[in-house]
């Protein structure tokens, strides 16, 4: 039977912890034989968020785990346990394939399990994990990365993503889509998915951006430019672009095609319009367009997203 130990300390997240827990543990009689076995380990009693946690073990025994599972850290801004780090680089040493979900790839980074790897975190915190520690090549736009003996995912559903992609490693596709089924979330994601993050819009009413933003998206089907843009904001199409890069983060062509690609998620999730109806309602033009620029953003064609909430929303019914 493989083993699976979760490490946990006072600061960890509870929701990625009972995740794991829940997939780890869970009670697959009669589809599967072993299944895992499942410890807690830490340091004594842990508070976990507002629970109260009695650990199986101590942290000395991750290193008789298959997997050790490094769920997320509350204060990225806070160095983690000494003992927790140590205790996770030892269970490497000995050969268990470490997991981090979301913020816990701080922990593999502090025992520098990333060092020269690509890794990925929540998007909220890729760049606090790259200044900290420069050696990891952070990866800010995936679900999850599979380094073989190390792995990471991004924030909350991400860490489902990389649970069950352990789970299909192990026992098969079969096993696993049985499992997502049970759970009712999609039966796969591919690691190399966009986190799907809403982008950013002033939060000041009197911002000059702020009129700007919500009628360009009223106006997704026009073949907007950027002088367009600028003749709204009554302002040069530089100065647009200074203030779109210090609110947005990015250019102003650059935010309209993320705009345009959220509104296809939206529409592929809502409606059963067609490609090419949903690349004119986008501005997209043509189908092809669309196809091109949404496998590039979001990491997977049109058709295979609207498979894949469709498929959520009737398991859910």
Request: charged fraction near 20%.
């Amino acid at each position: 039977m493989a083993t699976v130990a979760l490490a946990v300390t006072d600061g960890m997240l509870h929701f990625e912890l009972s995740l794991a827990y829940e997939v780890f543990g869970a009670d697959l009689t009669g589809v599967v034989d072993p299944w895992y076995g499942v410890t807690v380990c830490g340091s004594g009693a842990v508070r976990v968020g507002r629970f109260r946690l009695e650990p199986d073990c101590g942290l000395d025994q991750l290193v008789h785990a298959d997997t050790v599972i490094v769920p997320g850290w509350v204060d990225v801004d806070v160095d983690p346990p000494a003992d927790l780090v140590d205790a996770v680089r030892a269970a490497h040493e000995a050969g268990a394939r470490v997991a981090s979900l979301c913020t816990g790839a701080f922990v593999l980074a502090a025992a520098g399990l990333l060092d020269g790897r690509r890794a990925t975190t929540h998007w909220a915190h890729t760049d606090a994990l790259a200044a900290r520690h420069p050696r990891v090549q952070v990866d800010p736009d995936v679900l999850y990365v599979d380094n073989g003996s190390v792995l990471t995912s991004a924030g909350k559903a991400a860490a489902m993503d990389l649970c069950l992609h352990l789970v299909r490693l192990d026992h098969g596709s079969a096993v696993a889509n049985t499992l997502a089924r049970r759970l009712v979330v999609p039966p796969h994601r591919a690691g190399g998915q966009a986190q799907y993050v809403i982008a950013p819009v002033p939060d000041q009413d009197d911002h000059p951006l702020a009129e700007l933003f919500s009628w360009a998206i009223e106006r997704l089907d026009h073949a907007l430019t950027v002088e367009d843009l600028a003749r709204r904001a009554n302002m040069s199409s530089r100065n647009l672009g200074r203030h779109f890069r210090s609110v947005a983060g990015t250019t102003p062509l650059q935010w309209l095609l993320t705009q345009r690609i959220r509104h296809a998620q939206e529409l592929l999730e809502t409606t059963g319009d067609s490609i090419d109806a949903i690349a004119a309602a986008t501005g997209m033009g043509t189908a092809a367009t669309l196809r091109r620029h949404f496998n590039r953003t979001v990491g997977v064609p049109p058709d295979t997203y609207r498979r894949t909430f469709r498929s959520t929303r009737s398991g859910a019914r």
